[in-house]
């Protein structure tokens, strides 16, 4: 059967494994799908062997997905866009590089959650890698402004620089959100802030008359953040496992021609928000 797997460092939280062998078993594909731990810096080596051993495809996860970028010798647009891959399929001496994330965040807010986002404000917190790659797919989505907010308020200005001309897009840094008026209709919270317990420097009032509060990372529970937007009424509270799902779900699509459900993974691997 052709082999896939999930490479990373560390590895072995990854869902990964569970979801593809999950949706192998739904669309009866035969295939095999393992996780590999690259040491730090061996992600090439590692890899030329996998490919060697008749690989077909990989999941990137960190801190290798610059490292996938730059392996690849062909890229899609929204590899290209995000300057990472956290997808790729070997075609003979073909390495193509995919990034699904942004695309998945996209499908779980406006497909599992039913938000829309097109004539919406919404907000982005952070503009690491992980927003980065939902810069674009939200801009798809014809938001009415899509609002950046960083600490550094230098990386917002070099983010919106790039995207320039692609929508609405406006960078500001998180002092200045307190003079809202209204508040925004999605927030994402983008940072790594949650992953150490702490909560970006974010005025309560952003969540005014939110309907979406979605956190990236997943598997933390009720972060700070969550718990902000529930102290101020957020009625949708959401944590990256269903966009996990979905960019899963779109690799497996891309490598194998069929399109898995996603609702009984997402519904198997949810942790409560409690
Ligand atoms: P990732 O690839 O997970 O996005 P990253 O590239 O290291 O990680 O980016 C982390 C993002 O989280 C950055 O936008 C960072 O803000 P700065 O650029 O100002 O450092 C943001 N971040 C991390 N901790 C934060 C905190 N406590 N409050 C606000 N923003 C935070």
Redesign the pocket.
Same mark, same amino acid.
């Given at each position: 059967s052709d082999r896939y797997a999930v490479i990373g460092n560390p590895i072995g939280f990854s869902k990964s494994p569970l979801i593809h062998s999950t949706f192998a078993k739904m669309t009866g594909q035969d295939l095999v799908y393992e996780a590999i731990e690259a040491p730090l810096g061996g992600f090439n080596a590692r890899v030329d062997q996998f490919r060697t051993e008749g690989a077909k495809g990989l999941n990137i996860t960190?801190p290798f *997905?610059l490292d996938a970028f730059a392996y690849a010798n062909e890229l899609s647009e929204s590899a290209d866009r995000a300057g /990472?891959a956290n997808c790729l399929k070997f075609e003979g001496d073909r390495i193509i590089a995919e990034n699904f994330d942004g695309i998945g965040l996209v499908r779980d807010i406006t497909v599992n959650l039913g938000v829309k986002m097109a004539g919406r404000r919404v907000l982005m &917190? $952070?503009?690491? $890698? +992980?927003?980065?790659g939902a810069l674009l797919p939200f801009l798809r989505q014809e938001p009415s402004e899509l609002v950046l907010v960083?600490? !550094? &308020?230098s *990386? /917002?200005v070099a983010l919106a620089e790039e995207f320039a001309g692609c929508g609405p897009l406006i960078v500001s840094g998180?002092a200045e959100l307190a003079d809202l008026a209204e508040g925004y209709d999605v927030v994402v919270n /983008? !940072?790594? +802030?949650s &992953?150490?317990g702490?909560? @970006? @420097?974010l005025p309560g009032n952003v969540f005014r008359g939110s309907e979406l509060a979605y956190e &990236? +990372?997943y598997g933390k529970g009720l972060t700070p953040f969550l718990q902000a937007a529930r102290a101020e009424g957020v009625a949708k509270l959401a944590d990256g496992v269903g966009m996990l799902v979905e960019q899963a779900a779109e690799a497996f699509a891309w490598w194998r021609g069929v399109r898995p459900g996603t609702a009984q993974v997402i519904a198997e691997l949810t942790v409560p928000l409690s």
């Open positions: 960190a *997905k /990472a &917190l $952070g503009v690491g $890698g +992980a927003a980065r960083n600490r !550094t &308020l *990386k /917002a998180y /983008a !940072t790594s +802030a &992953l150490r702490e909560m @970006p @420097p &990236l +990372a």
